[in-house]
Nanobody
Framework: QAPLVESGGGSVQPGGSLRLSCVAS????????VGWFRQVPGKEREGVAS???????????YVVDSWKGRAAISQDNVRNTVYLEMNSLKPEDSGMYYC????????????????????????WGQGTQVTVSA
């Protein structure tokens, strides 16, 4: 599969919003997930949100607790693009944001993404920088 491609980063003031995009060519059905991660220098990448591709049932979307209410993940299946909408941004949200892919799995009636840790995801993009400062 081609590497994922992120865009949409930039500089924003505290309280502002950004929408990041991840073009996930080749990931077109619910066998796949895309996750968003943030990394700051010297620290491991930490998960933000994940989504099962082309799947609209409950459980296909996950946002980590620290981002709930401020981040939303969505997809445009025609454009093969996954979005991360971030609101009420804080300086500590600054960092390089990456998207990556993983295989989805079935649990009961739901399709789910694997745990949002870097080792469960692959085919990383090059990242897009987000800077939140006054």
């Amino acid at each position: 599969q081609a590497p994922l491609v992120e865009s949409g980063g930039g500089s924003v003031q505290p309280g502002g919003s950004l929408r990041l995009s991840c073009v996930a060519s080749g990931y077109t059905d619910s066998s796949s997930c895309v996750g968003w991660f943030r990394q700051v220098p010297g620290k491991e990448r930490e998960g933000v949100a994940s989504i099962v591709i082309a799947y609209s049932r409950s459980g296909g979307v996950y946002v980590v607790d620290s981002w709930k209410g401020r981040a939303a993940i969505s997809q445009d299946n025609v454009r093969n693009t996954v979005y991360l909408e971030m609101n009420s941004l804080k300086p500590e949200d600054s960092g390089m944001y990456y998207c990556a892919a993983a295989g989805a799995f079935q649990m009961g009636r739901s399709r789910l993404c694997p745990r949002l840790t870097p080792e469960n995801y692959n085919n990383w993009g090059q990242g897009t920088q987000v800077t939140v400062s006054a």
